[in-house]
């Protein structure tokens, strides 16, 4: 919960600070050995952790660290070795942690060990089969109209004053989206892959990859890089460059269907667009510029309203509980609460842009708005074992499903209004609780 704070893992300092900081390290030769580049400038994310370690090097014999990092090693590799191996690393992280009850299917295991070792090659293959040029202007055309229905949010919204407002419309304007797959590919030439053990192949691919970190040292940043393959089913925000990111496996039903309505495509794929654009302006995201600095560029006036208003989602939040009452941490998930919450906004103000002039026209006995919420909630649907909920609410910073649907559509006027719920219905906060941020 601490380090959702961008400034609390901020602590630049030179490799000799560092060693002053954590002494009893060679850590010039440690950098030397993992290929990396001459730097002098460094940034000490978690220094308490470093002081730490630097004691337990100084107390702990050296035959000890040997047998804890030979069984990192084993368990690293645990799911690329035989069957005793396999077997005995899903019992604890499938089915102690998760509550799964089998491995998956082999080519389930095959496609993720490939998908997570060279998944830019393995997302070539993909693309060109499930993600042809007509979804990839859909979506560039979704994200445009959504951009624009943040823009008029943020040139009306009532508690941000003028300085922060003239901030936030700058760094909307400097966001970066990239939709599907990246616009050049990595080139796996140097990879060896053969027959022989299967652990080798993965751990040359992982030699590989962090090669090609320890390189960009001391380089200028590639903003063209993606943080995921293609094919994953997800989508993410990062403030350090101020972009959006949309893999093609995310772009599949149901959350995106470039044959289906505006309203379908808005209440999905659209609400995560305005999640990911919003996330800009969380709790964390909103500490960067638009440049990807981290800048306090807030008024304190308007930095306090934000807080007011992120306080009562926290609050939120915090009073929902799973299983035999565990609490969801109200702190840890409001960045994502706010996303979702803001998204939704977003994505409603869009649909009625695109709906603008157009007959609104019932399909299956629902509106517009009707069926924008239907695909939202749809999008959600999941079924968790008690134990992978528990680790969930205990380590994720999202919320359980039921609640990132339940949670934000309570607080939504827009959401009341298409199924004319009643006040003091469940699904209708108290007026006096209910919040917008975004």
Known sequence: T????????YHKMTVAELGTLAPGLDWPAFFTATGARPFADLNVGTPEFFKAF????????????????????????????????????FAFYGKILTGRQQLR?????????????????????????????ESKAR????????????????QTIEWMDEPTRARALAKLDAFTVKVGYPDKW?????????????????????????????EKIGQPVDRTEWSMTPPTVNAYFRPTANEIVFPAGYLQPPFFDAKADDAVNYG???????????????????????????????TPESAARFKARSTVIVKQFGAYTVLDGLHINGELTQGENIADLGGLK????????????????????????????????????RLSRPEALRLQVQTDPHSPSEFRVNGPLSNLDEFARAFDVPEGAPMRRPAAERVTIW
């Open 2 to 9: 601490q380090l959702r704070d961008p400034q609390a893992r």
């Open 54 to 89: 630097a004691g337990l090097v100084a107390s702990t014999p050296i035959e000890d660290w040997r047998a804890y990092l030979r069984w990192h090693l084993i368990s690293e590799t645990a799911p690329y070795l035989s069957k005793p191996f396999v077997d005995e690393n």
């Open 105 to 133: 299917d082999r080519w389930q295991i095959v496609i993720e060990a490939i998908d997570g070792s060279a998944g830019e090659a393995l997302g070539q293959l993909y693309v060109r089969e499930y993600f042809p040029p």
């Open 139 to 154: 979506m560039i055309q979704l994200v445009a109209n959504l951009r624009q229905a943040l823009r008029d949010r943020l």
């Open 186 to 214: 990595r080139d796996y030439a140097d990879a060896k892959i053969d027959r022989g053990p299967y652990v080798l192949n993965i751990l040359r691919l992982s030699a590989l990859d962090h090669r090609w970190d320890m």
């Open 268 to 298: 999905a794929i659209g609400t995560s667009i305005g999640h990911e654009m919003t996330h800009s302006y969380d709790d964390s995201g909103r500490q960067y510029d638009g440049s990807g600095n981290l800048v306090d560029w807030w």
């Open 346 to 381: 977003i994505a409603f103000a869009g649909l009625q842009k695109a709906l603008a002039g157009k007959p609104r026209e019932k399909i299956d006995g629902f509106t517009p708005e009707q069926r924008f919420f239907i695909s939202f909630a749809a999008k959600w649907r």
